[in-house]
């Protein structure tokens, strides 16, 4: 039983945290993609599944039913 909530930090806040840089994650997926025999599609599919990873959050967090 989860009985209070943590204020969080998304993924793109942690990785500058750490001194990462979220921005240069993602040309480098734009860059891997490019390189593959995708079609536009599944390029933006992928790219959209980062964007989201990176907006989401780092602890628990409520899911509504």
Known sequence: VIKSEVNYSTVKEML??????????MKQIDSSLAKQS????ESTKIKKHFENALKGHTYLKRTRS
């Open 38 to 41: 995708l079609t536009s599609q």
């Open 16 to 25: 500058h945290y750490v001194q990462s840089d979220p921005d240069q994650f």
